[in-house]
């Protein structure tokens, strides 16, 4: 009975860097703990206007330098087919510091948190996929967990260097980015943790906004389904296209996103 207790709060301590009601679309204000490193994988299929098609992988790692801070890379490898024009080969790789300036917790479960990051998206492939730039990134993110209950809302903003002019995809163009993006997560099973308990199901609601400085703006909604032990998490969402006015590049369809997330 102590060692399960002991792998509840376990999981939403040292894990809650990168697993703990992290949404699928939707920063967290979570991070790992101090030397603890996350490896999140996500794959892709997005349909978009103009008869293009994306295919695409992402590999995410976060460390944790400190109880408070840590660092994180993000690379995608990306397939643009179809359509009036065609691109294959890596994104931005983005390297970010984060750190939580405030938190809150009322339980080993109950918990309130802020956080602050900031960056650069690095061009790694072909201008069409990453704006060619050096891009600086500085958001923030809140995040709270009550009962069976999960809030997550972030916003970032990407100032462009270069910017393509013909772009395929929302900050690859010659304008600034702005993301706004909130979730829901409701706590499938267990109704109520034990002590025998490590390990939680979650449907997952987001809303995600891309509204870039040329005027192109979009909001994509965001069912999902998220399974997350101690050790691990699945994760399952699809995006779809519920309003946007895009016209410098192809708009976004109905997506899927698979992945998983490991913490060592």
Known sequence: ????????????????SSAAQEAI?????????AN??????????MDYTEGMTELSTKSM???GITGNFAV???LPLISMTGGWHEANGLGDLTILGKTRIWQRHDSAIDTARLGVFGGIAIPAGPTALTGGGFDPILGAVYMQVAGRHGFNIATQYQLTTAGAPHPLMPGAGEADLLRIDGAYL??????????????????????????E????RELLLAPGLLYEGTHCALEVGVQLPVARHVTERPAQGVGVTIGFRLLF
């Open 186 to 211: 409701w706590r499938l099973a267990p109704a109520e943790y034990s002590t025998e308990e490590d390990a939680a199901w979650y449907l997952t609601l987001e809303a995600n906004s891309y509204i």
């Open 213 to 216: 400085t040329n005027g192109d």
């Open 25 to 33: 679309f939707t920063r967290s204000a979570t991070q790992p703990a």
């Open 1 to 16: 009975m102590a060692l399960g207790r002991f792998c509840l709060i376990s999981f939403f301590v040292v894990a809650s």
């Open 61 to 63: 790692l976060s460390y």
């Open 36 to 45: 603890v490193l996350a490896w999140r994988q996500q794959f892709r299929w």
């Open 72 to 74: 994180e890379a993000q």
